[in-house]
């Protein structure tokens, strides 16, 4: 194999790898759950503006509402996961209005909510 045509390979491959990392990168910023105190924060303003009608979104108001469950005890749930709370956003339920929320809002829900699991 000549010179021209290795040096012409590694810049294919050097391409290609760029190309693969970069994707990566985009994809992990599409698709990663937003966690930390941002995503929180911005849960928590989510949870006031459509949850507080329903439920009791501030931690230990346990009681306070009687038809839905407090995001307390969502969150103390033994099967309450990131995983789990990404499926509810994604399903339809009788006793909910059916809000059509986007992967990062249904993160910052989620972190929220996972926020006030009792440690």
Request: charged share 15%; hydrophobic share 45%.
């Amino acid at each position: 194999m000549s010179h021209g045509v290795r040096i012409y390979l590694g810049l294919i491959v050097l391409i290609a790898l760029s190309v693969l990392f970069l994707l990566g990168i985009i994809h992990s910023a599409a698709g990663a759950p937003r966690s930390g105190p941002r995503a929180v924060a911005e849960g928590h303003r989510l949870a006031e503006a459509w949850c507080e009608s329903c439920h009791a979104v501030e931690p230990h108001m346990t009681g306070f509402f009687d038809e839905a469950p407090s995001f307390q005890s969502i969150a103390d749930r033994s099967g309450t996961t990131a995983l789990s709370l990404k499926v509810f956003w994604r399903t339809s339920h009788q006793t909910m209005p059916n809000l059509v929320i986007s992967p990062q809002q249904a993160d910052a829900l989620s972190a929220y909510i996972l926020s006030l699991r009792a440690q």
